[in-house]
């Protein structure tokens, strides 16, 4: 998908804080002659208050590293942590709750209830923590999204974007630490594309969230603070106030060098 809005960024010299880090990642699936190591000694730190994209070429090992951060899988080697919690170390009863209440997620295929109305999708996550919402904060998510004539709709009566929208507002709403997209763009037009991405940016910039977002779009990437590029399970090249330009660059410099 392609997106044509250019994104505005939110000019920032305070120090960066650190809202996850992983150390020394290492994940190998299977194991003897059939095992492959997706991460191969990963170490990097993701800036609170950053939107962070992470790129690479396909079986880069992108997708692993989002997954292993979030919790939801596991590793074979290496540490991390959210914060001050080290999620390794966590039994898989306390690493539900730490994802249930520190970390949002955007997936690609929207992941919405079908019976559910586009409010009680939002609403899902604190209702399944017990939790009451914050009416003010739920009414400024709303705001942000667009989408307060549509509450009552189910997903099935919203266009992709509002689909993914909603399943924005859903991350959003229970303020976690963290924020992980995973392609989220990817399903979307360019239009659609955009409107989501446009409100992921405002969510760094207005709300101070936290987010990182898997993708192969060198455009959607151009909205981020910050890409770090993957290479054969190795961070191997990072940029900052990326264009779409310049991405493609590092992008062709990274398959230059890998084809040696």
């Not at 690479?56 to 692993?64: N, V």
């Not at 509450?151 to 266009?159: D, F, Q």
């Not at 770090?228 to 961070?235: E, I, Q, S, T």
């Amino acid at each position: 998908m392609t997106t044509d809005l250019a994104p505005e960024r939110r000019a920032t010299t305070a120090p960066a804080q650190v809202a996850a880090r992983v150390t020394d990642l290492v994940k190998t699936y299977g194991s003897g002659d059939t095992a492959v190591t997706a991460l191969k000694g990963v170490s990097l730190d993701l800036n609170a208050r950053e939107f962070t994209a992470i790129m690479g070429p396909s079986g880069s090992g992108k997708s692993t590293l989002m997954h292993c951060a979030a919790g939801l899988d596991s590793v074979t080697r290496g540490s991390v942590q959210l914060g001050d919690i080290e999620l390794t170390s966590l039994k898989e009863k306390d690493l539900t709750r730490v994802r249930r209440d520190h970390i949002g997620f955007v997936f690609q295929s929207f992941n919405l209830i079908p019976t559910l109305s586009a409010q009680e999708n939002i609403l899902l996550p604190l209702s399944i923590a017990g939790r009451k919402p914050d009416r003010a904060w739920f009414d400024q998510v709303i705001s942000t999204i667009g989408l307060g004539d549509r509450l009552g709709h189910r997903p099935g009566e919203l266009s992709g974007g509002q689909q993914q929208r909603v399943a924005c507002a859903r991350a959003l709403v229970s303020r976690p630490e963290i924020i992980f997209a995973d392609e989220p763009t990817g399903n979307l037009d360019s239009t659609s594309g955009a409107e989501v991405l446009a409100f992921l940016r405002r969510s760094v910039d207005e709300f101070g969230q936290t987010i990182v977002m898997v993708t192969h779009d060198p455009k959607a990437a151009s909205w981020t603070d910050r890409v770090v590029f993957l290479a054969d399970g190795r961070v191997v090249a990072e940029l900052r106030e990326p264009s779409p330009e310049l991405i493609l660059e590092a992008m062709k410099d990274i398959d230059s060098n890998a084809r040696g």
